[in-house]
């Protein structure tokens, strides 16, 4: 099982709406599939220009982890020398904090996931949850 287009362009969409309609600071929004390929990204105008990489490195995060933002921000801070080692290797590709978060669905498995920037980390994870639920799927923070 994989996301589809159509379903990432749709989580993707109503995550930068949510966004707009809670006036957060402009989005970025990166949709992978469960290989860790990008599927998806979409930006506010005005978002800043690392959005696009922290957005990815807090999806491929949670994918090469298996669990949400929340939980990977959590062992990051009591493991802080672990993940440096995973950082460096992952190429510095891992942003272990809220925003990034695992796209599952009914039954459990693992369609892809999401990473959003722009604002606080925990407004981020607002979004990527309304998207996900939005689409019918199960968000999975952490």
Do not use: Y
């Not at 860790?36 to 090469?64: F, Q, T, Y």
């Not at 942003?95 to 925990?122: E, K």
Request: hydrophobic share 45%; proline share 4%.
């Amino acid at each position: 099982m994989t996301i589809r287009l159509e379903t990432a362009l749709a989580i993707a969409g109503t995550a930068l709406a949510k966004g707009k309609e809670l006036q957060f600071k402009p989005l970025t929004v990166a949709v992978l599939d469960p290989g860790g390929h990008l599927v998806v990204l979409l930006r506010d105008d005005n978002s800043s220009l690392l959005r696009p990489e922290i957005a990815m490195g807090k999806a491929w995060g949670v994918l090469g982890m298996g669990f949400g933002g929340r939980e990977l921000a959590r062992r990051a801070e009591k493991t802080p020398q672990f993940f440096a080692a995973l950082s460096d290797m992952s190429g510095g590709r891992m942003v272990p904090v809220q925003g990034g978060v695992i796209i599952r669905d009914a039954d459990g498995a693992i369609l892809g996931s999401i990473g959003i920037s722009g604002d606080t980390s925990a407004n981020d994870e607002i979004c990527a949850v309304a998207g996900i639920e939005a689409a019918r799927l199960v968000a999975d923070a952490g």
